[in-house]
Every structure is written in structure tokens, then in C-alpha cells.
């Protein structure tokens, strides 16, 4: 029964905001602190309970998440201290990381090991021990690190299984952290959830290695503000017809996720992800999108993103839309980041391996089987995804 | 075969903004002047085409619609230069309207006849005189007019065609200009549209005798700016699970539309049909919806619609976002105008009379046959109308 | 030496928002706990000091000061802690209200004096008693209750002292709460500050009176959010030979203010205030002025003030800014509240009573002597204070 | 007598969209079809009269000016037909420029010669003729042109007006095209208006030459749209002691100017000369004070400067303004370059050479003559400058 089932959340980057957040809200739905307001997918049938999630992982900051939540200011204090004890008692593992990768992180919490192979098997360690201690009957992992700087997809060691093991046996630099964790979780039968614009799974060797393990994997980079919002207005325009003439988007934010997008290398894996969601979504290109992400640290975790965007209507008259978005990343990201648990294990135990099309509802560059361009307008997204689920209800 | 088909649209407030906009457009396409950007159903298959339209209405204004054009300042004067002759030959027939029923509006193209009845045959020998001297195949008559103000729907002369009839024969106060025009199009065997948000054919003893005639009437209210954008929002906001805790909106246009709304009673009707959507779409009540519409003359027919949402996400975290449309509002509403003229044909030919639910798309307050409440996600909408045409595809 | 002065504060509306706020400041001040950010005159020599205040005052509402700091939600649960204990023991008189002058105003902390002579009395009894038990040397009254109905200035009663004392014989309803209060403050040598919209001391009686006895009075209504933007916009406008065709301003808010400003007669107290500033300081009439307030729940004290402004330029082009200011309402007059109590003190010690006209940098509707226009230009009003200022310095 | 005087106004970039409107504004008032709203001091008196204004000047493209209006899409076509012939009229001489300096911008009307002296004694040449034929009272050169990149202050060449003259002799590429252009000015004893972010005359070495010539010089970059909001904003906020957390800035634009901040170098010098206004007028460092300009096609000349202030008011708490300027830059700039044009003269006639200090009011980097940091807040500059147009009347 579904009910009595454990799940295993391994989080890297369990230190961070949304991984906080995401857990802060688990425990408090646990001592019935909260109910399910705002899970959008709170009322699906025959999904594992949020209430059966246990949460580990790694961080390169090893502080604890009582301690980790407070610093990032996302909740109230008073809620933090609801769900204290909880926080307190959880950890991170050390981390595997590399500098080279990710330039603007920082923190001492870190595994000894150089080799790849020996990171790999330490993970794997970590996930084996995590299972057994914990008595887990599902166990997920969950990518929600910094950005890293985006690799080469043509290197052969990224392009096949065999090339890639290859090139885990020699160190090859193609390989950065974020695949090692997905290949780990993958060879260990763990789904894979990218919720960051980094490459991780999303390279042609461990896509083809998911499939062969028939281990579900999904990604990548969580679909939260102002692309969200962009691949609900846009529909909108093409459905009335109005030619979008221009896109400008700018974003402040102040929080680790900014700061680390200061690095141009890491910006650029993330601007990337945001770029075509627009031109797929009207079926034409608008020379003038533009893409902004600044960081700002008045606003901390408090993201605010603002939109002009330029409209040819009827008889080529012109309009404006303005839109501005003062969000907060964290809170918009935890949720979708426990449905998507919730989604793989269900994906699991329906036996289905490889890329998750039908979660591309939660991401800005979603992966597909072939290649081909996703869709990307939320409305017809969501009902793929619900009718995915309505599939498996008992 | 459609192509060669004749299309008579007899527009009530034929002088008005929207009204010229979708006639200078239809004539540019006559002359090949320009394609068909910014109709949102010029793919669709088996409707009548554009260049099928021939126009003719009613105003209290007599000019002619290339002076009228100019006044409206909608269009650049260089386009209305284009079809300036063929603007200038179209000069609005005298009008049925009563003071009574919109104080704000003004002009001497009226007709001297009192009794209701008077006024009905009147009408229909304006659309009989239409039908002859054009040879038109089809004929429908599009209510553009200002805004009357709401009617007593209780009244035992709305409630049954019975009651109407009875009532015409006394002229009873309670059958409103809008009213006179419906029943003539529906007995002369005319689809109907009310673009407005006055009551007109949506009252209970039109919608019966539409029903009993098979004339189709669609309606009401063009869902052309602030409202449109509320029904793409929404319904992102609801598939997110994010609690709309508050939404204020507010409008301020300086057109002539605008001018009337200045009178609270003609006000009463529009918010009305702006009101309960999102409530609706969102599935709760929303306490702190507040809708303004403001006289502001600066902005002429370039209306501007400021929304503020407040927000509340996982964890009862609180967001907001800022909406700034600046639209055309009669940019928007002209193609809107020209693809119902072509859908309720489309149903006239298969042979569907009352209420078109499929037609929702178009409208802030869509008329339901059965009085339910009617969908309002724009995308749901587009979806149920996409299927109907195509079900009409030859 | 002013160090060592004890300066009372008596407040009308002591439990509202602003005086808490003010209160708590103060009380923070005293501890050590903040030092004098956010105070615009902090570095004025020669008045006294911030510390040396000490408040009393009424409210219909006896909840004492922390209690009634937790409600408003202005200050952080944390910060109020800090002067809990300062905060709880204060709590506010009794009032002296009127249900007919501000509708939505409610509590039950209410003298049972009915006679308008009886109520003068008690409230001089409220400061006597105040003054000798806290050994003041200032003691200063201010204005921080709901806005009242406007009162009909061309009657008699408040036309003269002679007419004024004689209508308070008599019980004329002509006289409102405020004009109570500041009559008893005036009778008292207590200088009055109305930071209301109300007429209160701005009727010709009172400014006679003031006169009369070398009191210093201040007013009206105290310039915070959009209206303190408007007197720097405006001039910047002016400057630029930039003309104003158009100014739209909106407000939402939540606060107790809010909730009576939704009773429109005292709206229109407050919307009177807002009026003029405009074309007094450009010099012209601009007959798109608008400006709305609208009560709206999810903001609380958190004010949005949205203003669309439409200019020409050269050659007549047009241009607009849009300006939204995400204010709190209590934190932005807290300060200018202080610092009013410190300047009607030093007006007092120079022996100058009647219109202080120096302090118009603190208000919407500044009162002159002699009726004439005042400045609203807040470049202008801040220099000629601090030429004042000066002019006083040891 | 000023009336009769001929004023020769000799402008680097003139076929560029500041140049084109200020011309045909001049031209409007010569045919009395326009009057003389939008220039801020239309009322001073002694100043030469904007209708004793006659144009010439270079640039890269040799359309006539009536041509390049219609370009620009600044003015309305029907009001560029007013004057066109008068523009038709101008054709711009061939320029002097380096594209190493200025590398987005293109053109072929050039002139063919290499040397720096030759090209000063060309642009002399030119200054003379253009005087002698126009019989010409007083003639000012205006800087217009694209903005160059920054050059290193420090070098010899650029220290005195020796190390400049020799660096001349050798053709040292330390001198930038601009500077070619203001020394020739200085030398012919020409008023130099910078109107651009450029260094140009804003170097100690031409400073020097200014002093000695007794020739007026001012400078430098226009402070049109969103850094004049800033300097009237932050006073303000000072003034009510809120302190500015953070202001983030962003421009889109689409003309000329634009496209060749496009180029990193070109920028810098633009964001340099935004940078330090708001940290001398607050009186501390704002440590997050971002500023992009960003190219975007749409907009074509209609800049839109979105500015997001972060303020911290009493006790600590938080506040946001948001500003949307949806400006025309040629619109603000042209008015100003007029005004300049006349006080420029007015300084000559008064015999005060060197940096104008008295004219910071129109310039976002104020040329100070002791280096001095300038006085940034508007309506300080307006008051500094006004009383020296007073102390000069007659």
C-alpha cells in the first residue's frame, strides 16, 4: 500500500534554499502544522504521500537545515522553529564538487576522493547506506546544486554509454559532477531529477544508459517565475493572433543562486535553457528576446522579474504588456520539486525508464526521447501530465 | 460554394471605433492592401473569407466611416487614406436608440418613430432593403453600441417570447434599443452577436425565441484586454496552486466607450460581466477583487489595464505580480468581430440555433443554453472551438 | 537646556498605526536600541531631543500600545519585543469620538459626555493631568485620529472665535471631534499638529484663536507616499518644460485608514487634500487629474500608490512614466510625526504662534495665514525649513 | 541687438535624431507653426532667440535632413513635411571620423584626410566658411555625435595643452576624433557643447585651451530620461532620510545610439558617466547600484528606462518605488541642446571662457573647473543656473 511506503529523497545541494524549503514543508505537513496548499498536485490518486518522504544528501556546506533554513530567509522564523528538531537532526553528507565547474560556490564539506571512479562509488555508497539504514522502498535523487558551466555535447565520452565509462575511467574533464551523481544514481536504480540548467543527465550518454537501466530520469532546469509565466502569455498572444515583436526580460535576484550566475560560464547554461522556449512556443523567431539575470542582493531570495514585451495587433498597431514578478524562487520551486518525487517513483512503479516527457510541465528545457523540440506551453503540458496520471489510477 | 458567397454584417454603432477598425481592415484585404496577421482563425477551414463581407449599420452619428475613422484616431491616417473611398461610400442608416438607456450618449442620426413595434419593423426593412440591393447570402447583424444600462431580468417581459411579444405591443419600459435590435435580427432569420455587455438577445425570451427560430446569436461582451488576460493568468495560478489572495484591477481608457462608462449605470453592466470570471476560473471566492474602470482622456482608444495580484504560494508565502497592458482596444476587438461574423455563419449553415456555447472564447460573459456557469480559461475555450471547426472541416 | 526638557505627546488616535509606530521608535531611541536613521531633522541643532518625549493621548480602542502594536503588523514581532514592556504601559484615554463625523470608525474606550462644553473640559483635564504628572516642560496635541467628514466652513460657528464659542454653548453640530480637541489644545497653550485630512484647527475660528493666544498650529494631512511623490515629480516636470496632460493615481490599501476612507464621505475629506497640489505647483490646470483610494484587504498597512502620468515634450511627443511605490504608510509619517513635535516646540520657544508656514514640507494641504496658495514644491518647503531651522540655531 | 543677431550652430552628428528634431523645432518656430512650449527657459531674457538659430555640420551619412528625419521616425511625417524644404536644405558636411573610436557606427561621407592637423585645420576650414557665409554674430559647436570609447586620462598627450599640441604634430592615437573636433572649436573660438558621454573637451588639456582662449565650454552628456528621474528622485528620498538599499536601472532602446552601445567599449563610457550621480547626491555609497542599457529593436527611438529602488525607511523597514519611463530620447534632448546653444552664447558675450559650471543642470557628468565633485541634484542645478541668467539681465 502506497500509504505505508518510504521514500527517499537524496538531494544534491540539500543545503540550499529550495531543498530546505522543500523539507521544511514535508515535516510540518508530518506533524500536521500544514495542509497541502499549494501541491498542485495534491488530489492526484495512487501517488506516494508526501508524508512518506525522508530526506538526505550532500552539500559542500555541511551546517544542518535548522540552521541552513534560517540563513536563507525564506520562511518566517517561527515556522523554521515548528519544524526545528527535524531540521536540526539532518545533515549533509560531504559533497562531491569541483571548483572548475562552478565557480562562485564555496564551502568546505567535501569528499578527499579525486579519482571519478572513486566518486562514483562513493555516492553510491552514500545511497546504498541511505536505503538500508532508513529501510527506503523507493529512493530518488534529486539535482538541486549550482549551475554548472555547460559542457561540450559533441566529446565523444558524452555522446555514448561505453564512451562515457571510458572517460570515467580516465578522468576525463569532459565528465563534470553533476553527471557523475546522475550516473551514479542511474547504475544504482535511484530515478533522477534535474531540476537545474546544468547538463547532468541531460547528455546523450546517460540517456541512453537510463533507458537501458530502464531508470526514470527528468529534466531540466525548474520552470518557477518569469518563464513560467512566458510559456503562459505566449500561448496566449499566438492564440489571438498577436505578433510578439519583441521579449525583454530582466531578472534581480539575491540569493546563492544569484550570486553564482555571476559567473558568465554559469549564466550562460542557464540563459540557454530560457532562450527557445519562446520561439517554439509562437512558431517563429523574435530576434528581440532579450534575457537579463542580474544579481542584486536588496532582494534575497525575493527574485523579482520584469517583462516588456511588444505586440503587433490587427493592422500592425502596436501594444505593450508589462509584467512584473516579485516572486520567491524557493517558494515556487519546493512544491513542484516534491510532486516531481512523487511523479518518478509513480513512473518507477509503472516501469517506465528513460526521459519523462510527460513532466515537461515542470521544467524550462524539458527532455525529450528523440530530440525533437518539446512542447512548452503550460496549459497543454499540464493536461499531457494529468492525463499521464489519470492513466494509473487504480 | 463559400468563396463566392456574399456576406452582409449589419452593425448596431456602425460609426464606433471597433466598428470602422474591422471595416478599414476588411477593405485593405479587398485591395490586398494586407494579409490576414492578427485574425486568430484565418487557417481555419470551410468559413466564409474576409473579402466575403460587405458592411452596413446604425448610428447616432450620420458621418460617413473614412471621416469617422479619422475621428477615432484607431488608425494611422495613411491607412485610412488606403481605403478611404470605400470608407467614405459607407454612411451609418438612422438609429433606434432611447436616451433612457445610455445617458451618455449623443448624435442626430436617429429615427422619428416612438412605438416599439414601429422601431422593430423599421429594422427589419433596413436588413431586408441590405439583403436585396447586395444579393448577400448570409446576413448578421453585430451589436457594437455603447453600453445600455442593466434591465430587470424578473420582469414578466423578458421571461418568455409570450411575455416579449406582449410587451412590444405596449412598449413596455422594459425592452431596452439593444433588445428591439436582437428580436428583429432573430425574426428576420439574422445570426445575432453582442459584443457589448448590455443584456440584448441575453435575456431569457430571445435566447427561447432564437432557440424556436434556429437563428444562432452569440454573446457577450468581446473579451478584448484586461479580462482576456485574467483568463490566461488564472487558470497558470490555479495549475501552480498558488491561492489568489487579492486582485485589483484597474482600467483607464479615454475613448468613447470610456465616456460612457462614466455614467454608473451604463458601469454596472461592464463590471458585471468582468466580475465573476475569476472566481470561476479559480474555483474559490476571491474577496478582494476589485475592478475599476476610470474616464481618462489622455489615452484616447489606447486603453490601459494596471492589475495587481497578490499571491500566496507553499508554506503561505506571499508574492505579487504586476500586470501593465497597453492595448488598442478596438485592435483588438475588430478581428475579433470579423471571426464571429464567419462562426456564426458557419453555424447558420449547419444548421445550429440559440445560444453558441463554442463560442466562449470570444467573450467575457458567455451565454450558456442552460443557464450553468460557462468556462472561462481562454485556452479550454480555444480548445472547444478548435474542435468544433474541425468537426465542420469538409 | 533641551537635553534635559520632558516633552509630552498627547495623541488623538495614541492606538493607531502612525503612533505606535512612532511610539515604539522613540521607546528604541531611549534604549539605545536604534539610533536616528530614518529621522529627516536628526542632525538640527538647537531642538529637543527625540528622547526626551513622553506619550499619552486617546483612542476609541484601550488596547495599551503593544497589544496594539502586534495587530498593526507595521513592525516586526521581534522589534516590538525589544519595548514590549515601555509599550504595555501605555494605554490610551478614553476618547471623545462622534459615530456621525467618521462612520467606520469603532471602539469602545468612549467618554460618556455628551455636551460639547463637558467634552472641552475633560480633555483639558486629560492634559493638565498629564502635564503635572509627568512634570512636562512641552507638552505638544497631535491629530493621528480617522479622517472626518468635511465640514461646511461657511457657517458661522466656525467662521469666528465669537461664533465658535458660542456654537459650542450651544452644541451646534456644525463643531466635529477635531475641532474639540484642538480647541481644547489651543485653550491649553499646547501647540496642535493635525496630520489629518479633517478640518479640525484648519477652520477660521481656531486659526483665530491660535493667533490669539500664540499657539502654534500645523497642518493638514501629512504628506507620506503619492502625494510626497507628486511634490517632486511635478516640479522635476515643470523644470523640463515637460507638460502634464494626464495624471492617473491609484492607492490601494489595507489598514484601518483604508477601511474608513471606504465611507465616502470621508473620502472625500482626504481626496480634497490630494486635489490642488497639482496645478499649484505647474501653474496650470490639468483636468485629467484622478486619483482614486480603494480599500483592499490583502496589503494591510502596506500601501501601493500606482500613478500613470502622461506628458508632452517638444514638438508635442508624448511621453508617460508610470510610478509605483511600495510604501508603508506608518513607517513613512512616524518620523515626520516626530520631527513636527520637535519643530511646534521650538516655534513655541521663539513665541511664535498661529499657521506654522515653515512646516509645510510635512503636509498635503499646508495652512497659510492668509489664505493664499501655499508651496507644495518639496525641494522648495524642505529649503525655506531649514532656513527656519537656522535661523533659531544657538 | 540679440533680436537681429545671426546664431550659427555647427553640430557634429547632425543627421542624427537629436540634431534632425532640435532643427525642425527651430525651423517650426521660424514659420510660427509651432510656439515655444517644451523649452525651459523660452521666458529668460537676454538670450539670443531660438529663430536667429541657422544649422550646419557633419556627419558620416550625407542624407539631406528632411531625409534623415523621416529616418529617425521621431517627428510625425506630417510634421516633417511643415519643413521640409528647410531641411531638405541641410545636407551635412563630410565628417571626420575614426572607427576605431566608434566601432557600430557606419557611414560614407567622410573626409579623406589622415593627418590630426589636417583634420583640424578641415574642420576649421569648415567653421570659417560656414561664418562667413551665414555673416554669422555668434557660432557654437555641438557635440552629437556616437558615443567613443573612454581614453586613458593619464596619458601625456591628453595632461596640458602642450602634450596635446605635440601629440597632434605626431598623430598620437591617444587623440580621439571628438577631441579633434573640440580643439578645433576652442582655436576658432567657437562655444564647445558636449552634449555626449565621450570625453571630447572634458580633458585637462583642452580645459586649459579653453581657459586660455577665454572660450566657453560645457559638458558633458545629456541628462535626459532616466538619470535626470534619478537626480530627482534621490534628493527626495534624502530628504525624508530613507535610505537607498539598492536601485537597479535598465534601459531598452532602439535607434542609433543604441546599436553602438551594442559595443562594450562605447558602453562604458555611458555607464561610467550614470555612475556616481546617485552616491554624490545621497552622501553614501550605494553598493548595489546597477545600471544595463540594453539595444532592442521595437522601441526605435522611444527609450523605456525601468528603475527598481529598494529603500530602507524608520526602524528599519523596507520600501520599493518602481519607475517606468517610456520616454522619447530626442524629444528630451533636442530642447535642452537649444537652451545650451543660447546660454553657451550668453556666457561668450559675458567674456566667462573655460567650463561652464552654471549648466550641470542639463548634463549627467558636470564639468567642475577645480575637478570638484559636481552638484547632481536637479533642482539645485535649476536654482544655480537661473540666478546666473538673472544676474545677467539687462
Known sequence: MAG???????????????????????????????????????????????TSM??????????????????????????????GPALAGIEPWPAVADPEYCRNARGNNLVA??????????????????????????????????????PNLTLPALATVEGFEKALDVDDAAITPGMVYAYAAITEGCPYINFTPSAAADVPALQELAVARGVPVAGKDGKTGQTMMKTVLAPAFRSRALTVDGWYSTNIL??????????????????????SVLDDILGYKVDDHVVRIDY????????????????????GQKMQVKVDFMCRDSVLAAPLVLELVRLVVEAQRRGEGGA?????????????????????????????LREWIGAGAP
Do not use: C
Open 4 to 50: 505505508a511506503a518510504r521514500t527517499g529523497v537524496a538531494i544534491v545541494g540539500l543545503g540550499g534554499a529550495v531543498a530546505t524549503t522543500a523539507v521544511a514543508g514535508v515535516e510540518m505537513m508530518k506533524l500536521g502544522a500544514m495542509g497541502r496548499d499549494g501541491l498542485p498536485f495534491a488530489d492526484a490518486e495512487g501517488l506516494v504521500p508526501y
Open 113 to 150: 576522493v579525486a579519482a571519478l571512479r572513486d566518486r562514483v562509488a562513493h555516492i553510491a555508497e552514500d545511497l546504498r547506506r541511505f536505503r538500508v539504514e532508513q529501510d527506503l522502498d523507493h529512493l530518488v535523487v534529486v539535482n538541486l546544486a549550482s549551475t554548472e558551466r555547460w
Open 356 to 384: 519523462q516527457e510527460q513532466l515537461g510541465y515542470f521544467f524550462k528545457a524539458p527532455v525529450t526521447r528523440d530530440g525533437s523540440r518539446p512542447e512548452h506551453a503550460l496549459h497543454v503540458q499540464e493536461k499531457v
Open 54 to 83: 525522508v530526506f538526505a544528501g550532500w552539500d559542500v556546506d555541511g551546517d544542518d537545515l535548522a540552521k541552513a533554513a534560517h540563513g536563507h530567509r525564506v520562511l518566517d522564523p517561527r515556522q523554521i522553529e515548528v519544524v
Open 296 to 315: 542584486y542582493r536588496p532582494r534575497g531570495d525575493e527574485k523579482e522579474a520584469w517583462d516588456n514585451i511588444d505586440l503587433v495587433g490587427f493592422l
Open 254 to 275: 539575491g540569493n546563492r543562486d544569484g550570486e553564482i550566475l555571476d559567473d558568465p560560464a554559469s549564466l550562460s547554461s542557464k540563459v540557454n535553457t530560457k532562450g
